[in-house]
């Protein structure tokens, strides 16, 4: 059974940072891009941030998070993570740890729902002075 469990949200102040983790069993977890979902409230599903499968080598981020946060994994200890620093208001969101339905794919969709791979339960992060 796929599990992806997330921890590390939180309130953190304007310009402060959090860490978040992902943590994944009943699958090969080297084998699949990880993503980082969030969804503020009265919003859709925003693709935060993604992470190729092995190695990690290529990631992307969200315009409105590029140069603040930062997506990577450990496949020994079957964890992705995202650092988010300088956090904004804006960033107010439940986090969701997401991954690819497809091995060894990047798999895009014109609109991302639930029904898309396999998600966590979300944490909440909360952003305010």
């Known amino acids: 059974e796929v599990q992806l469990v997330e921890s590390g949200g939180g309130s953190a102040q304007p310009g402060g940072s959090l860490r978040l983790s992902c943590t994944a069993s009943g699958f090969v977890f080297s084998t699949y891009w990880m993503y980082w979902v969030r969804q503020a409230p009265g919003k859709g599903f925003e693709r935060v941030s993604e992470?190729?499968?092995?190695?990690?080598?290529?990631?992307y981020y969200a315009e409105s998070v590029k140069g603040r946060f930062t997506i990577s994994r450990d496949n020994d200890k079957n964890t992705v993570y995202l650092q988010m620093d300088n956090l904004k208001p804006e960033d107010t969101a439940v986090y969701f740890c997401?991954?690819?339905?497809?091995?060894?794919?990047?798999?895009?969709?014109?609109?991302?729902?639930?029904?898309?791979?396999?998600w966590g339960q979300g944490t909440q992060v909360t952003v305010s002075s």
């Open positions: 997401v991954r690819d339905p497809n091995p060894y794919k990047r798999t895009l969709v014109p609109t991302l729902g639930t029904d898309f791979g396999y």
């Open positions: 992470i190729s499968q092995r190695g990690g080598a290529t990631t």
